[in-house]
């Protein structure tokens, strides 16, 4: 989900936008003394002008197509299920509701694991929609001994709650749902709200 550069500047303790965006910053800046440079180069001005552009845009746009900002990463957006559990999480807990053998849920593992950290208080709980214990024990290894992994007692409204969606990503305060996202909304807006949550 993040490159090592991003991943170094999380550890430095910027946040997850300010370690998104930083990167396409410096690369701007890049872009901007190749630009000086190239301006000195004396050439036909029909020639000189879009070789500026070139080497002005090309840091960026090359930073850009490896790791490009997603919607998530613009915008908040969570949705409001209308879905009620029977037994919500107690206290203040982000459920993640994965379903065994999916890719894009085993791919959420490397945010937790930096999330728990960053937030004492905010517990994380992975929910599993159906009994695979292959897949329980292959995402036990790759979490945090503080994240906990669950059957869902109730799949089918779990999976309501979900909307279909894995992973999805469900906040509950003290048994009341306060926010939720689809793997397609969650971003960095959504991380650095989770990260401050308390």
Known sequence: MYNSFETILLDL??????AKYFPFFLALLLGWLFFRWVKRIRMNKWI???LLALVFCLPFVTYFFFYPIYQPDLYNQSYRTKTLLNEPPKGTTLAVVVLPGCPYCMQTTEVMNRLVKQNKNLKIAYYMVSEDPIAKQSLRKKLDKRIAIRYTKDATLWMLAAE???PSYLLFDHQQLKRAWHNTTFGVLALDELR???
């Open 48 to 50: 000189l002008f879009p």
């Open 196 to 198: 401050a949550y308390k």
């Open 164 to 166: 279909g969606v894995f």
């Open 13 to 18: 303790g910027f946040s997850w936008t300010l």
